[in-house]
């Protein structure tokens, strides 16, 4: 009768032990991760279980289209969403977790990208008992840094206008008058771009006498910490008048209003087809700084137009050391009067198309270059520059970097990138026809700036070291294609 009871007893335990162990609960946490990184998808049994003989289901919007499945004690390889294939592991959400032992059923996501961006289920079964829970993954985008521009009021006032591009989610904008600061600003509004992504534009009215600098710092609302910042000297006086009708523009177009009016129908026509066709060179027009972001964006396919760029040691300024494959510059260490004087021209000119080339600005254990020049100019340009050591008022389309204002343009208005992020590869896009030569960090596929002017003559490549680094300018040599029929190249002579 005793040894009857036990079994009882024994056998009641067996059945509450099954019972207990067959029923559980999955625990999810919601996630946020940057673009390009790795994330954790958080997921776990309740009560702590060992779930090596579970079936575990991670996946989307289709149960049938998982994006892991664990099964039979190992990671299935099919069935399996193609865009996940060799971007998922099992991957415990806390180091101290032993993983699927402890009943700890999350998985990593590697290279994610925005796409990924979404509800994911948590799908987690055993022979008696299943459980499954949404959570949602947010990616986040860090954008390009700031550019500044620059205009003079009629009041005499400085009017600064910030831009911003590539954030996800839509970004914050602060404007800092000097150190502390703040200021209110003007206006503020957030675009949507082709890809996604947000920009953030804003501009603010001040007094240059208010503060020696004012700042824009954009930033994301979760990540406070990482904030792009450019900052520009209210002092500088090459700002153009933003009604653009200063007084002696009005007299002038009085003068010529006159004028017209006394000269014949024939000679208004041939004067009007004279002015069109003679578009001095130099002449910035500000639509260049409207582009949208989707014409400006940077794309591999740019590189389809890479033309091969060589400095001739010849013809290069003396105090300009060029090595012997003509792609490597640097000063001779001879203290010089001005930068103009290092200023060398490619041997390719352009006169019409579109061309692309890249200039390498680190190499490795040295730091990121600081002094340099890179775009397009005349070649009467560079003889006036190295006969008169100043910058010429037309016939070059630069972007220069120093160690006062950063990356920056010097044009009428002028531009001022985030000074503590230099590129490292530079990419140059001109498009001869249009009017554009644009700037890229190519290492990070951002637009920089691009100027508009109109060319009517045939320029050439430039490039300049500066002087006193160790760091020297580098002209990239990329694969070659076959010139487009609009591509059109003169050799210097």
């Known amino acids: 009768m005793y040894r009857f009871g036990l079994l009882i007893t024994v056998f009641a335990h067996l059945i509450c032990s099954t019972t207990t162990a067959a029923t559980f ?87 994610v990208n925005l796409q990924d961006a979404g509800k994911y289920v948590c799908y987690v079964s055993s022979s008696q008992h299943y ?62 771009e082709a890809d996604g992504l947000f920009s953030v534009q804003s501009w603010v009215v001040c007094s240059s006498s208010e503060s020696q600098w004012i700042s824009c710092s954009v930033f994301l609302p979760s990540m406070k910490e990482d904030v792009k910042e450019a900052r520009v000297d209210l002092q500088i006086n090459s700002f153009t008048t933003d009604s653009g009708a200063s007084p002696w523009m009005t007299a002038f177009i009085i003068a010529l209003l006159a004028i017209i009016a006394l000269v014949t129908a024939m000679v208004l026509h041939l004067r009007k087809t004279k002015m069109k066709k003679e578009v001095a060179l130099g002449t910035q027009e500000e639509e260049s700084h409207l582009l949208t972001a989707c014409d400006l964006a940077y794309s591999e396919d740019m590189k389809i137009h890479a033309v091969d760029i060589t400095i001739e040691k010849a013809t290069a300024p003396a105090r300009l050391k060029v090595a012997q494959n003509g792609k490597t510059l640097r000063d001779n260490g001879e203290a010089l009067e001005s930068d103009c004087e290092l200023c060398a021209l490619g041997n390719t000119g352009f006169s019409k198309g579109k061309h692309y080339w890249e200039v390498g600005l680190r190499m490795p254990n040295v730091p990121v270059k600081q002094f340099w020049w890179a775009g397009v100019a005349t070649d009467s340009a560079v003889k006036t520059m190295r006969e008169q050591k100043s910058t010429p008022t037309s016939g070059l389309w630069c972007l220069y970097s120093d160690d006062k204002s950063g990356v920056h343009t010097k044009s009428e208005s002028s531009h001022y990138i985030y000074r503590a992020q230099r590129p490292e590869v530079l990419g140059i896009f001109l498009d001869y026809d249009e009017g554009r030569l644009s700037f890229y960090d190519t290492k990070l596929g951002q637009h920089l700036v691009t100027l508009k002017s109109s ?29 487009k029929p609009n591509d059109y190249v003169l050799n210097k002579v």
Request: hydrophobic letters at 30%; charged letters at 20%; proline letters at 10%.
């Open 455 to 483: 060319f009517n003559e045939t320029v050439y490549p430039l490039f300049n070291p500066g002087q006193g680094e160790t760091t020297p300018l580098q002209i990239l040599s990329l694969p070659q294609t076959t010139p």
């Open 25 to 111: 609960s999955v625990s999810v946490d919601n996630a946020t991760v940057l673009m390009g990184g790795s994330v954790t998808l958080p997921c776990w049994l309740s009560p702590t279980m060992d779930a090596e003989e579970m079936d575990v289901r991670w996946y989307r919007s289709d149960y049938n289209k998982p994006l892991l499945l664990y099964r039979d004690r190992k990671v299935q390889s099919s069935p399996q969403m193609e865009q996940y294939q060799n971007r998922t592991a099992l991957m415990p959400r806390e180091p101290t977790s032993s993983g699927l032992k402890q009943g700890d059923v999350s998985i990593r996501i590697d290279r």
């Open 131 to 192: 459980e499954s829970e949404a959570m949602y993954l947010k990616v986040e985008v860090i954008g390009a840094p700031p550019i500044l521009t620059l205009s003079r009021t009629e009041d005499d006032r400085v009017k600064v206008s910030c831009i911003s591009t590539g954030w996800q989610p839509a970004p914050q904008l602060q404007w800092s008058l000097g150190a502390q600061q703040p200021l209110q600003p003007g206006g503020l509004s957030h675009s949507p």
